[in-house]
Antibody
Framework: EVQLVESGGGLVQPGGSLRLSCAAS????????MNWVRQAPGKGLEWVSY????????YYADSVKGRFTISRDNAKNSLYLQMNSLRAEDTALYYC?????????????WGQGTLVTVSS | EVVLTQSPATLSLSPGERATLSCRAS??????LAWYQQKPGQPPRLLIY???NRATDIPARFSGSGSGTDFTLTISSLEPEDSAVYYC??????????FGPGTKVHIK
């Protein structure tokens, strides 16, 4: 069974930084591309970032480009999101998500999310 | 960026009724359209991918159709547990992957 557990969220001041982690189990993590998706309180879903299985290809939403960095450690079965220069509009529940075998963008595996609140 | 619009914003129906949810893309996304269900306090759940393929363990009452710019999610006979927000998502012209704003289904 696919299990994804996010951590690292919390309250941070505008301009601050946080590093989110996603611990994966129940599947061969190194074989799958991974994504971060966020959801502001009471709002819809927004894709944040994508990384291929070997980390060689990375994409970001324009809203986070230059501020967020996605990475992974396949030896530790972990996905990360380094978030710098945080803004109030980054306040959201952050999910890591895994796609179907052969379809990395149809997200069948989701964690429960970790909440990031950017406020002074 | 492909913009997805969903209609209606809210749907209120009784158990056993048929629900028809629409998703329209600002440009063709071929068949690269998925549907997700999200209940309060839960992460999204993949229902349909590639416009018409049900994900594993999704009941047969959920079906998807369409291609190009117009897509439909049909719930053939509503159950009380189908109360949720439903999102469409495109992955044809990406990045970015984009979502529609959602349709809230309320079971009377």
């Amino acid at each position: 069974e696919v299990q994804l557990v996010e951590s690292g969220g919390g309250l941070v001041q505008p301009g601050g930084s946080l590093r989110l982690s996603c611990a994966a189990s129940g599947f061969t993590f190194s074989s799958y591309s991974m994504n971060w998706v966020r959801q502001a309180p009471g709002k819809g879903l927004e894709w944040v970032s994508y990384i291929t299985s070997n980390g060689n290809t990375i994409y970001y939403a324009d809203s986070v480009k230059g501020r967020f960095t996605i990475s992974r450690d396949n030896a530790k079965n972990s996905l990360y999101l380094q978030m710098n220069s945080l803004r109030a509009e980054d306040t959201a529940l952050y999910y890591c998500a895994r796609g179907l075998t052969g379809d990395p963008l149809a997200w069948v595996g989701w964690g429960q999310g970790t909440l990031v609140t950017v406020s002074s | 960026e492909v913009v997805l619009t969903q209609s209606p914003a809210t749907l209120s129906l009784s158990p056993g009724e048929r629900a028809t949810l629409s998703c329209r893309a600002s440009q063709s996304v071929s068949s690269y359209l998925a549907w997700y269900q999200q209940k309060p306090g839960q992460p999204p759940r993949l229902l349909i991918y590639d416009a018409l393929n049900r994900a594993t363990d999704i009941p047969a009452r959920f079906s998807g159709s369409g291609s190009g710019t117009d897509f439909t999610l049909t719930i053939s006979s509503l159950e009380p547990e189908d109360s949720a927000v439903y999102y469409c998502q495109q992955r044809h012209n990406w990045p970015p992957v984009t979502f529609g704003p959602g349709t809230k289904v309320h079971i009377k």
